[in-house]
């Protein structure tokens, strides 16, 4: 089947930049996204990136994708307390439907 | 312009009940999408409704079952409820055609089987 994993955990200094990486398995993904999940809350859509481009930025926010290694990653620069979350990677298969599949999460904590 | 909701927020059951949960896409979708995040896992995607057809499903058993409305809100219902069933569960909205890709989620309504 077709599988998205992250890193569990990263911890990062309050001013310093975080990178969550993401690998996915499916070549026909034509959009990879990165959620934002605070605790009991549900799935904030951060960004996305459509699979023919290299880079996307958004503000804080820096996504990377090599399609070649099939491999995703989320910067974020300047990190505030404010981004201490979950994150989660996803695609979005040509023939999904709108089926997202998720990787597992990644937890990011902030400390000051 | 509001956003999806979903009622309940919290919901206590017994092993063997049924239950039925509700999701309001956001101003202008048609188009809803179900999923089941266990805790510390990401969430899996259940089923989707469009024009008040279930259009795609994911691994999930029978007792897993859906409805939308001529104004696109959407039902999910379980039934036989395991204990493996308590989970958040969510849901989702998007516009069908161009926008299809973009998929909003509600808060989530957090289900516990005992």
Request: glycine share 8%; net charge negative; proline share 4%.
């Amino acid at each position: 089947g077709e599988d998205v994993e992250q890193s569990l955990f990263l911890s990062v200094r309050e001013g310093d930049s975080s990178v969550i990486n993401c690998t996915y398995t499916d070549s026909s993904s034509t959009y990879l996204y990165w959620y934002k999940q605070e605790p009991g809350a549900g799935l904030q859509l951060l960004t996305y990136i459509f699979s023919n481009m290299d880079m996307k930025q958004d503000q804080r926010l820096t996504v990377l994708l090599n399609k070649k290694d099939k491999h995703l990653s989320l910067r974020i620069a300047d990190t505030q307390t404010g981004d201490s979350a979950i994150y989660f990677c996803a695609d979005f298969p040509t023939d999904s439907w709108g089926k997202l599949q998720f990787g597992a999460g990644t937890q990011v904590v902030v400390t000051p | 312009d509001a956003g999806v909701t979903q009622s309940p927020t919290h919901l206590i059951k017994t092993r063997g009940q049924q239950v039925t949960l509700r999701c309001s896409p956001k101003s202008g979708h048609d188009t809803v999408s179900w999923y089941q995040q266990a805790l510390g896992q990401g969430p899996q995607f259940i089923f989707q409704y469009y024009e008040e057809e279930e259009r795609q499903r994911g691994n999930f058993p029978d007792r897993f079952s859906g409805h939308q409305f001529p104004n696109y809100s959407s039902e999910l219902n379980v039934n036989a409820l395991l204990l493996g069933d308590s989970a958040l569960y969510l849901c989702a909205s998007s516009l069908e055609g161009g926008r299809a890709h973009e998929q909003y989620f509600g808060p989530g309504t957090r289900l516990t089987v005992t």
